[in-house]
């Protein structure tokens, strides 16, 4: 089978265009693993517009091509993507894929698959509906804009896969179709169980920002840091000038015995998994955190919101714990039973990387799309048929 993957070349939002190999986020490179073990069942086009010539291979895997199609400036946001989509549309009638595949709805991506002329998908990974009411996005503002092209998107695809049942729930009043396909996980974090170095050291990956509330984790477990009982460390980027950041970074100076490591690429996160006996995320939001995933798969303990999302991955008290993350008491507690128990870590760690191994795994979440694609181009071809 033939399908056309439309995802997010970072060097082109980034403005990294001296790169030498394209720079794809953690959950397409994890996925595109999957589609390689796969060999022969599945032909992947992987498609990243950009604005200038870079310097890319043809292949990622001997059955995964690489195309970059270059896009004028006006082609982009200001008009609604149009560049993007005629470049897809164009690339997909030439290359006569099945299927074409919208990875996000923040930019271009969900756009070019729905307008493409083909049966397809798109799959929510940050979702705009959730992130505009959550910082009250104002007429006009990207997120306001965001909001209306992903709500247009969702209804002009054939399906939608969701990474959670949250947000399937969220959308499929007005979606013909959705899946709820998690993440996959990098095979290196499969290859054998994380020994922490560190029990009492819990690790928050996460940019620093207002709805992953990091801010609220410190303070709820200030005396736990203060008296040494639990250490903390913190992975993400934080934007200068933000309100939030500047919150953050007056606690670390008061609190210097907490650590924030800054934006970190998906090999040092394993380290810092390594040095830690646990990751704990205390966001308001979340769909399908990589990092909570990437830690199951490394039964690396885990603790975190019951919010969004994240209950579809962790079963509380069996592959993980659980906590409100509106309630400091709550959070402390969580975080503390972890902090002092090895046994509990021992056992949560094994069972969530069980478990990741079943629901995580490149293979797996690659043969879930492939069985997706062909569902939506056997539709199609039916409808097509029915026409005639």
Not at 40 to 55: I, L, P, T
Not at 111 to 123: D, F, L, Q, R
Not at 322 to 329: G, N, S, T, V
Request: neutral net charge; proline residues 5%.
């Amino acid at each position: 089978m033939r399908i056309l993957l439309v995802t997010t070349d970072n060097r082109e939002h980034r403005g990294l265009y001296d790169m030498p190999e394209p720079w794809l986020s953690s959950p397409i490179v994890s996925l595109l693993q999957g589609f390689e073990a796969l060999g022969d069942e599945v032909e992947v086009h992987v498609a990243s517009c950009s604005k200038r010539v870079m310097a890319a291979p043809e292949k990622l895997a001997p059955n995964i091509w690489f195309h970059q199609p270059v896009v004028p400036r006006l082609g982009w946001g200001r008009s609604l993507f149009l560049g993007c989509v005629g470049a897809v549309r164009s690339l997909a009638a030439e290359l006569k894929v099945e299927v074409v595949h919208g990875q996000g709805t923040e930019r271009e991506c969900a756009m070019a698959a729905a307008c493409s002329g083909k049966p397809a998908v798109i799959t929510i990974h940050g979702h705009m509906g959730r992130i505009a009411e959550f910082t009250g996005a104002k007429f006009g503002s990207y997120y306001w804009m965001a909001r209306k092209l992903e709500r247009w998107t969702v209804g002009a695809c054939n399906g939608v896969v969701c990474l959670s049942s949250y947000i399937r729930d969220r959308v499929k009043s007005g979606a013909r179709r959705t899946w709820v396909v998690p993440n996959a996980v990098d095979v290196g974090f499969f290859t054998e169980r994380v020994v922490p170095a560190n029990g009492k050291r819990g690790l928050c990956v996460a940019n620093i920002s207002p709805w992953k509330n990091q801010v609220a984790l410190i303070e709820a477990c200030r005396d736990l840091v203060t008296s040494g009982m639990c250490e903390l460390a913190f992975a993400g980027a934080m934007s200068n000038g933000h309100w939030y950041s500047a919150e953050f970074q007056r606690i670390l100076e008061e609190l210097p015995m907490i650590r924030h490591l800054g934006y970190l690429e998906s090999g040092d996160i394993r380290k810092q998994m390594v040095e830690s006996g646990f990751l704990v995320l205390p966001s308001l939001e979340e769909n399908c955190p990589m990092a909570l995933i990437e830690a199951m798969a490394g039964g690396v303990p885990v603790v975190a919101s019951r919010v969004g999302g994240i209950p579809d991955l962790i079963r509380d008290g069996e592959t993980g714990l659980l906590f409100d993350p509106r309630d400091p008491a709550d959070i402390r507690r969580q975080v503390t039973r972890l902090a002092q128990d090895a046994e509990l870590r021992g056992q949560l760690g094994a069972a969530a990387k069980d478990d990741a191994d079943r629901r995580f795994h490149p293979k797996v979440v690659a043969q879930a799309h492939l069985d997706i694609y062909r569902e939506v181009s056997a539709a199609a071809d039916t409808r097509k048929k029915s026409a005639s």
